[in-house]
């Protein structure tokens, strides 16, 4: 590590789809959106980033965070899992588990975000943990219980007014280890950016032990209210991230999937 600098390593796809993400998350920083982790290089060696000093959360840094968030979203794409601009290809990955996203090049086939969530997010990770014997069939009978109310239109809620696109410039990822907290405020990293719903992203945020999140929605919701009965939807909206988790790390997660569909099947 040279002095200043963060050098991130994993594969080439891995690498060259997050600094394409971090890229298309930038271009709101000039309109207010959030801080985005600079990049200083993509090399053999790994992706070279600006190394992040952290400090005390606050609630100022929360909401001002939550504000900007907003601006983020807002900067839209233009159908549900579009890639960043430049990605090109129909893969990607969010973690180490393969993720689908639809390049300028093609047209997405989904006009709700139900269908969408199901096809392309909520069924294949849910195969990849039955596969991985970490989905129990009665838990995966649930499973598609969600799957039909979902794609029934029953959560296709309006995204916040500021996003004026079929879908959100969403970061993807965005748990709490993915916001460092520093004196300049919140500054994000490792995202896995695809167009989504921005409830999506503040779900997932609030997951594995982010805090001050009360302010970071009061920052949000200042700037751009999220639709009625937005904090029902919260579960629901972490369905993915969590049977991702399943897949990846094994059946510690199942019981968090399972409060989860608990609440509406």
């Known amino acids: 590590m040279n002095h200043g600098e963060f050098i991130k390593r994993a594969t080439n796809a891995e690498l060259e789809y997050e600094a394409a993400g971090l890229n298309w998350l930038r271009e709101a920083e000039p309109d207010g959106g959030a801080h985005i982790v600079a990049i200083r290089g993509l090399d053999g060696e790994g992706l070279h980033l600006d190394y992040l000093e952290s400090t005390t959360p606050t609630e100022a840094a929360a909401r001002a965070f939550g504000a900007a968030l907003a ?7 233009r159908c549900w899992g579009a890639a960043p601009d430049t990605w090109d290809s129909t893969r990607a990955n969010k973690g180490k588990m393969p993720m689908s996203v639809v390049p300028l090049s093609e047209e997405s086939t989904y006009s709700s975000f139900g269908e969408w969530l199901v096809a392309e997010r909520l069924r294949p990770v849910a195969e990849a943990s039955a596969t991985n014997g970490d989905l129990p069939a009665t838990t995966a009978k649930r499973l598609e219980k969600v799957y039909h109310l979902l794609e029934s239109g029953e959560f296709d ?15 993807g990822d965005l748990w709490a280890g993915n916001l460092m907290w520093t004196n300049q405020g919140i500054t994000l990293i490792d995202p896995s950016a695809y167009g989504g719903h921005a409830e999506t992203d503040l779900a997932e945020c609030g997951l594995f032990g982010t805090p001050l999140m009360s302010e970071i929605y009061a920052g949000y919701n200042s700037v751009s ?40 099947v």
């Open 71 to 77: 601006l983020t979203h807002a900067k839209g794409a």
């Open 225 to 264: 209210p999220l639709a009625k009965g937005w904090e029902e939807r919260v579960p629901l909206h972490r369905i993915y991230m969590l049977t991702l988790h399943l897949a990846l790390f094994g059946a510690g997660y199942l019981s968090a999937v399972e409060t989860i569909l608990q609440r509406y």
């Open 157 to 171: 809620t309006p995204q916040p007014p500021l996003v004026k696109t079929p879908a959100a410039r969403l970061h």
